[in-house]
């Protein structure tokens, strides 16, 4: 690994990474909104940030000097898989520059029929200095991708997937199995909603953690609160 990449490694370890991020559909939507999310985050102490499009990544890093860790979400008929799902969005993160660049690594199919491995194959041989983050579902999944060659193994689609819908969450038996099995530096992500699960996927051994919406989104957090109310 270059100096660059452990470079970025070492200044995300141990910390907390937020997800600033806002689909169209939310009140946030804004890429001027998500860059103070970010400024917000890192006065709050995070290492870093995880962020989707082009937009908002370009106007975070106006904003805040840390790594971030891009993804961009895009729907395709013949798939069930959406981050970073195909080379069109691979390119594209390339060319604005992210440290590191995160995408599905589930079993399922791709766009287009493609399959994963063979998928990441071809985005290794283009990218070969680029740090990659897989977003698994289950510790099967994070096996196989750190066999594949991503530099980073995330929980991210834990629960997410129809195969593991319903399953316990945080995923805080699959962080230990790939903590101690994998190989590689793992990011814990994917429903860690408190601080004190935070410390507990911290206490696990992980490279670093990314909390989302218990931070930057507020309409979901107002609703645990006024669910309280209806009951």
């Known amino acids: 690994m270059n100096q660059h990449n452990t470079d970025i490694l070492k200044a995300i370890q141990g910390g907390l990474v937020v997800s600033c991020q806002a689909l169209p559909e939310e009140p946030l939507h804004s890429s001027f909104i998500m860059s103070r999310m970010a400024l917000a985050a890192k006065m709050g102490g995070a290492v870093g940030i995880r962020a989707n499009t082009v937009e908002d990544i370009t106007e975070?890093?106006?904003?805040?000097d840390l790594p971030i860790i891009g993804i961009i979400k895009s729907?395709?008929?013949?798939s069930e898989v959406y981050i970073t799902p195909t080379m069109k969005e691979i390119d594209a993160l390339m060319q604005c520059g992210v440290?590191?660049?995160a995408m599905d690594a589930t079993k399922r199919t791709r766009p287009y029929g493609e399959n994963l491995e063979h998928f990441f194959?071809?985005?290794?041989r283009l990218y070969p200095e680029q740090l990659f983050?897989?977003?698994c579902s289950s510790q099967e999944e994070g096996m196989a991708a750190a066999?594949?060659?991503f530099d980073l193994i995330g929980t991210t689609m834990a629960g997410y997937t129809s195969y593991t819908e319903g399953r316990t969450v945080p995923p805080f038996d699959m962080i230990e199995y790939l903590v101690k099995n994998c190989g590689r530096p793992v990011i814990?992500?994917?429903?860690i909603g408190t601080p004190d699960q935070l410390r507990t996927?911290?206490?696990l051994g992980v490279h670093c953690a990314v909390v989302g919406g218990a931070i930057t989104r507020p309409l979901q957090i107002t609703k645990k609160f006024t669910a309280v109310i209806k009951q």
């Open 99 to 101: 440290e590191i660049l």
């Open 201 to 203: 996927a911290l206490d």
């Open 75 to 78: 729907v395709y008929p013949d």
């Open 121 to 124: 194959a071809q985005v290794r």
């Open 133 to 135: 983050m897989a977003d």
């Open 147 to 149: 066999e594949m060659g």
């Open 188 to 191: 814990a992500e994917g429903n």
């Open 60 to 64: 975070i890093r106006k904003t805040v």
